[in-house]
């Protein structure tokens, strides 16, 4: 009942204007409701939502094929905070990737520690990018984009744009 509730403070479904490679779209974004206390819209024509007991992923809809994977993931660590949480990632980062940037504190697309990684430049070249924000309870929602390097002006700026819809309806008692 409480969840019903703070939903019905959100529109179910609104237009977004998104930039994508420089031209201008407007899409249908519908509201999802995540699995560990937050809201987000998408657009269900291009994305889907699968969820499991440790995270949730927005991924294409289509069939990637050979492609590198492209998704988004949401997950929720509790008792550690974005600040506790961003030494042992970019440890983590170091040791795969050739390429690892701490953006530090950003406010966009979502107010959190932004950490950027590549292996590569080629056009198929993995590229994450994570932003660890604060969970408003002690702990932390560690957001993952996983995408190449090609796709970074297609995906990663619709997950950016996704990302600037993300609100954390934590449920008093929880």
Known sequence: AAVDKIKEMFVPEKKII?????????????LQEG?????????????????????DRILPKVDMGDL?????EIR???GKTPDQLQGELEQQLNKEYSDVKNYGQVQNPIKGIAIRALD????????VKYYLVDD???GSFVIKQKFFLEAEEG??????????EFRIIALQGE
């Open 136 to 138: 408003t309870q002690g």
């Open 68 to 72: 590198p994977e492209v998704y988004m």
């Open 155 to 164: 995906h990663g700026a619709r997950f950016d744009n996704m990302l600037e």
């Open 18 to 30: 998104e930039e994508i490679e420089g031209t201008k779209e407007e899409n249908n974004a519908v």
């Open 35 to 55: 699995s560990v206390g937050y809201v987000i819209y998408f657009d269900q024509e291009r994305y889907k939502m699968d969820k499991n007991q440790e995270w």
């Open 76 to 78: 929720q660590i509790k």
């Open 120 to 127: 590569g430049k080629q056009w198929n070249s993995t590229l």
